[in-house]
T-cell receptor, first 112, second 114 residues
């Protein structure tokens, strides 16, 4: 069974800092990896999708990398803002099915 | 992308009753899923809602407890049957685009069972 771990579980940074969120997974036979954002009491917003053949994806201030062989992905957030405060979830889809296997998330607080 | 709506957004229900959650998508999609997020936990896939056939359930989830309908390519319902307090969770509908298999999620239904 695919295990997805996110470190740290919580993070507090002052506005303007660059930060890195980490995601690791145990089964490298993945189809793709997706990063989501979840605001309190809300659904999930898709941030970035990385296919297994890709090494990174960028969207605005966000950059996600994927190292399939080592079972790791990172989400880099540049010049953080208070509006970035949310829980960030990493999810992996295996080659063998459609289910997304989620980590427990990193709760990010960006203080003004 | 896809825009997904869910009804109700939240509900408080009594033990032993059932609740049906609706999911509507703004475009036709082949793949639609139902997830559960228990308090403090990550999301877990309940089942894949198949149009025109029975849903495909993940290990630990059964049709009698979570019956699912998928009458067309834009709509699905999930029923939580004979509820107990352990069913208190957020239930989320999601769809995957055939082009990239990127998944999009609805806003969720927050269920509290008393």
């Amino acid at each position: 069974k695919q295990e997805v771990t996110q470190i740290p579980a919580a993070l507090s940074v002052p506005e303007g800092e660059n930060l890195v969120l980490n995601c690791s997974f145990t089964d490298s036979a993945i189809y793709n990896l997706q990063w989501f954002r979840q605001d309190p009491g809300k659904g999930l917003t898709s941030l970035l999708l990385i296919q297994s053949s890709q090494r990174e994806q960028t969207s605005g201030r966000l950059n996600a990398s994927l190292d399939k062989s080592s079972g790791r992905s990172t989400l880099y957030i540049a010049a953080s803002q208070p509006g970035d405060s949310a829980t960030y979830l990493c999810a992996v889809r295996l080659n063998s099915g459609y289910a997304l296997n989620f980590g427990k998330g990193t709760s990010l607080l960006v203080t003004p | 992308s896809a825009v997904i709506s869910q009804k109700p957004s939240r509900d408080i229900c009594q033990r032993g009753t059932s609740l049906t959650i609706q999911c509507q998508v703004d475009s036709q999609v082949t793949m639609m899923f139902w997830y559960r997020q228990q308090p403090g936990q990550s999301l877990t896939l309940i089942a894949t809602a198949n149009q025109g056939s029975e849903a495909t359930y993940e290990s630990g989830f059964v049709i009698d407890k979570f019956p699912i309908s998928r009458p067309n390519l834009t709509f699905s319902t999930l029923t939580v049957s004979n509820m107990s307090p352990e069913d208190s969770s957020i239930y989320l509908c999601s769809v995957a685009l055939a082009s990239s298999y990127e998944q999009y999620f609805g806003p969720g239904t927050r269920l509290t069972v008393t």
